[in-house]
């Protein structure tokens, strides 16, 4: 075999290794893309549980407005109309941790039962 020959056959390895890797991230990036769509279905399918079962959700208070409070919890942000409410709610309680059940109105998940900790 003359040094050309070589060079291609060289060449044409590391060009074959180039593809595998490529082919392998693509991979590996649809397999993310399908579990993080798995996680997200079980996101949306634990809100309902925890709908059905009026179970507490643990929330930090983060926003307040005339007629909404804003919480984060583990579901992302929610809101609760201040109808909602037992009590007043004041500046001091921002940051505060709370509970609250869940509620599905008006084609999206609202907060009721407010409960500081």
Known sequence: MSTDDYKNLYWSVI???????????????????????????????NKRIDLLEQNYIDGTI?????????????????????SQLNNEM??????RQCKFKLKYHINKYQGKDLILL
């Open 62 to 82: 983060i926003g307040l407005s005339e007629k909404f409070i804003t919480i984060k919890c583990k579901y992302g942000e929610m809101s609760i109309h201040k």
């Open 90 to 95: 004041f500046g001091k309680n921002m940051n």
């Open 15 to 45: 060009h074959k290794r180039e593809e595998d890797k490529i082919e392998q991230l693509s991979n590996h990036i649809e397999m993310k893309n399908t579990l993080l769509n798995i996680s997200s279905e079980n996101i949306e399918l």
